[in-house]
């Protein structure tokens, strides 16, 4: 009875989020949104409401993506490396468990927050404040872990984000071991969600000036080392 209750609210939030009309549905054509776009957006565009399209590609970039899949991986390690939950064990098994577990827990976290959001115009998505000095932006990577943008691409408090992170962390005792289900553990839960919005935020930021530098000098480096034409 607990799993199909919680199961049901994954499912009425996931169509809060899916069902949400915006203007901006039928002037952007469906070949221009992409996974990254509706994963961050820059600072320095024209405010434009999420789509509800744009809002289910955050969903599956963010809880399957390449991204989540390499945290939810490290983190399925660290818990085998540590024996814990010990129910689990330190074996293939109990990593495949774990992992399951943090995976499930980000999915309803993400499906609350775009779905909740969708109620008053949360925009779950990460703006970034590219071209400012490093200090700002690293101050706009901790301020954006919680504040998001309204429907007029004004700041507010991430209201949906306050709920998902907490919620999703105490849903998770119905699928989690009981050593992992008292208040000490979902108050950890929620610390780590906090921390994982913030160093999400802090990828979305800086890595698009990483992948830059670096494809930026693999090809200098294939300019001076590829022979001269004859």
């Known amino acids: 009875m607990m799993i199909l209750k919680w199961a049901s609210l994954f499912a009425v939030t996931a169509a809060l989020a899916l069902g949400q009309d915006s203007p901006d549905d039928a002037a952007i054509p469906a070949d221009a949104v992409t996974p990254t776009d509706a994963a961050s957006v820059s600072s320095s565009d024209a405010p434009r409401p999420i789509t509800a399209k744009q809002r289910a590609q955050w969903i599956v970039f963010y809880t399957v993506g390449p991204q989540a899949i390499l945290g939810e991986a490290i983190s399925g390690g660290l818990g085998t490396w540590r024996d814990a939950p010990r129910e689990w064990g330190s074996h293939w098994d109990g990593f495949g468990q774990r992992v399951r577990a943090d ?33 700002n932006r690293l ?17 507010m408090p991430a209201y949906a984000r306050f709920i998902a992170i907490p919620g999703s962390a105490a849903i998770s005792d119905a699928w989690r071991p009981p050593s992992e289900q008292s208040a000490g553990d979902v108050g950890a839960r929620i610390g780590l969600g906090v921390l994982g919005r913030m160093s999400s935020n802090a990828f979305n930021e800086f890595w698009p000036d990483v992948r830059r530098l670096v494809f930026r000098r693999r090809s200098d480096q294939a300019s001076f080392t590829s022979p001269q034409s004859r």
């Open 103 to 135: 995976f499930a827990e980000a999915a309803v976290s993400h499906t609350m927050e775009a779905g909740l959001g969708a109620i008053w115009g949360e925009d779950p998505r990460y703006p970034r404040d590219a071209g400012a000095p490093f200090k």
């Open 139 to 155: 101050g706009h990577v901790f301020k954006m872990t919680f504040l998001a943008r309204d429907r007029n691409g004004n700041l």
